[in-house]
């Protein structure tokens, strides 16, 4: 989740609602200026016996961060507390039971980018294995309960914390245990965010079920290749899901502010701290009539916190964000930019993802999603087909439209080479949950701690 690393020296009041629209189109760019973010969480564990550290003992996520610093990471403070950093490699922050979270920097190419990926976790094993600490690459604890983990020290979770348990019963799970990754790409007009935003959450399930890997409820398969995604599915009806509206005739900015707009707050920051306004309505903030701060306005800072807010399969801001994958080991952080990055910056790449989708109604896109969290791969299309066969020829488009940039690294690589672990997948049938439940029953005879040997970086 999103952490704020410095007060804004330019922070304005919002006038009016153009003011909100051009958030959204400030992130207009043209081709060649279009980069790759990728965000990675993994659950961070004690070595010794496998216990999530608390902030502030001895060895846990405080020392943590500031061993960090020793790369030339700046901490960022909250009330005292390190809770961030920030550095040339984009953002360390943590979620809310101390998931050690990338959000790395704006990249060129892939190669660039999983690069990056390497130095982080390459530091972060290197702090680890000082401190007894160790990090798991899956999409939820497979092991916790709630009541095993810990709360880091941000204000904004204390808010979260509170006003989840009235809108959904998964929230907290959502919050504590589990983990993503994300990829953050660009736009040039409108329009092209509108194509890219529908090829995207028509294509999420997909996604979800290439890298699920949360099988594992406290100790016992759940029923589920990706039980991270069902959370998803009862954690805040009036911020998540698919978005229907993405694909009405004439979507756009317009339309996507007034879904934000109609999204619940959850607080507002005021001179380092956070005020709860949980349930309360940007529209009447816009209006001034917020009754924890009467009569004050938005700045333009309280609108990107409160998008930062809203947690739908696919999430704009000023550049589109891919939200459907499971968290994972390190090829599995390279593939999935890989993918989205084949599909959606390269026209004709995007154009025939596009003609794979675009006949799929309203039900047929929820049907998909619905069922994914426990078929995985195993789901059918509205075609009828598998998604490990649909899968197949979208990972072809993916692999032409990377050809087609033409990035090379300095051995005269592609891009495409980042999709081998997708590849893998395919051609097994078993996304990482499936191989996860085969050694399970097979070769660690129901014991989950074999998990930790397997699945950390």
Known sequence: MTTRTETARVDPPIESRD?????????????????????????????????????????????????MTEYGWQPVEENGNVIALTGPDGAISLEPAGQLELSGAPRENLHQTCAEAGRHLKQAKEVGERLGLGFLGLGMWPDKARSDLPVMPKGRYKIMLNYMPKVGSLGLDMMLRTCTIQVNLDYETEADMAQKFRVGLALQ?????????????????????????????????????????????????????????????????????????????????????????PGERPLKSDFTDHLSTIFPEVRLKNYLEMRGADGGKWGRICALPALWVGLLYDSSA????????????????????????????????????????????????????????????????????????????????????????????????????????????
């Open 205 to 293: 399930p997909l996604a979800t079920a290439l890298f699920a890997s949360s099988p594992f409820t406290e100790g016992k398969p759940n029923g589920f290749r990706s039980f991270r995604s069902h959370i998803w599915s009862d954690t805040d009806p009036d911020r998540t899901g698919m978005l229907p509206f993405v694909f009405e005739d004439g979507f756009g900015y317009e339309r996507y502010l007034d879904y934000a707009l109609d999204v619940p707050m959850y607080f507002v920051y005021r001179d380092g701290k956070y005020i709860d306004v949980a349930g309360r309505s940007f529209r009447d903030f816009l209006d001034g009539r917020l009754p924890e701060l």
């Open 350 to 457: 995007r154009d025939a993802a596009w003609d794979e989708v675009r006949h799929w109604t309203l039900e047929e896109r929820q049907t998909l999603r619905d069922a994914v969290p426990r078929e995985g791969l195993q789901a059918r299309t509205p075609g009828g087909e598998s998604l490990r066969d649909f899968g197949r020829r979208i990972l072809a488009i993916s692999e032409a439209g990377l050809t087609a940039r033409g990035r090379l690294n300095g051995a005269g690589d592609s891009e495409a080479g980042f999709l081998d672990p997708l590849r893998e997948i395919l051609a097994s049938g078993e996304a990482p949950a499936d191989r996860l439940l085969r050694r399970y029953d097979e070769d660690w005879n129901g014991d989950i701690r074999r998990i930790y040997d397997e699945e950390s970086f």
């Open 19 to 67: 003011d909100l629209i051009a958030t959204f189109a400030s992130g207009e760019k043209p081709k060649d200026a279009w980069r790759i973010g990728t965000e990675h969480e993994k659950f961070v564990y004690r070595t010794v016996d496998h216990r999530a550290p608390s902030y502030g003992e001895p060895g846990g996520i405080r020392e943590l961060l500031n061993a």
